[in-house]
């Protein structure tokens, strides 16, 4: 079946620490998202890429870094610089070439906590 | 990027209908309406789009006001398994990827 894998499930990082965040989908889906949630909230928008090689900041882009050098694949790296990056990471992805008008396939998320 | 306003909770009873409202009265032209909805600790989950008229699929019914300035998701028999926090969002169209602004959402609760 298709759809959007995300891991780990959970992860705890170190303060001080960088740590990647792995999104894979076999959609072949031109463009994919990342979003955080933080509790009780609604999701903000930290990157997203439309095709391979080319990604642009979401509202909230202080702190973290992506790639997008294949198709199936959009890592995001939460890097030290991120001052508060204990939160819920979700990767989606869409076909925004075929119309404006396409749904969105969210992953399964990962919890990042900061011990 | 145009905004929406929903109640932040509503209540139901199972097996009875369920409107869900949203206001956008910035809304363009070429803005299309998406509902998702999210469970907890899941990703968010694609119900239904529309753009003018009203649509229906498996899951649910979308009704686009005239104007287009609100629309109204409508479950038609609520179960348990439709609780969850139901977002309204508009998707821009144009250099911007399609990129979906998610607001605060409805937390939707259902009585047994």
């Known amino acids: 079946d298709g759809g959007i894998t995300q891991s780990p499930k959970y992860l705890f990082r170190k303060e001080g620490q960088n740590v990647t965040l792995s999104c894979e989908q076999n959609l072949n889906h031109d463009a994919m998202y990342w979003y955080r949630q933080d509790p009780g909230q609604g999701l903000r928008l930290i990157y997203y890429?439309?095709?391979?090689?080319?990604?642009q900041k979401g509202d909230i882009a202080e702190g973290y870094s992506v790639s997008r050098e294949k198709k199936e694949s959009f890592p995001l790296t939460v890097t030290s610089a991120q001052k508060n990056p204990t939160a819920f990471y979700l990767c989606a992805s869409s076909n925004p070439g075929t119309g404006f008008n396409y749904g969105y396939t969210f992953g399964s998320g990962t919890r990042l906590t900061v011990v | 990027d145009a905004k929406t306003t929903q109640p932040n909770s509503m209540e139901s009873n199972e097996e009875e209908p369920v409107h869900l409202p949203c206001n956008h009265s910035t809304i363009s032209g070429t803005d299309y309406i998406h509902w998702y909805r999210q469970l907890p600790s899941q990703g968010p989950e694609y119900v239904i789009h529309?753009?003018?008229s009203n649509v229906n699929n498996r899951m649910a019914s979308l009704a686009i006001a005239e104007d287009r300035k609100s629309s109204t998701l409508i479950l038609h028999r609520a179960t348990l398994r439709d609780a969850a926090v139901y977002y309204c969002i508009l998707r821009a169209v144009g250099n911007q990827g399609g990129k979906l602004i998610f607001g605060q959402g409805t937390e939707l609760s259902v009585k047994p």
């Open positions: 529309g753009l003018t």
């Open positions: 890429s439309q095709i391979v090689n080319d990604f």
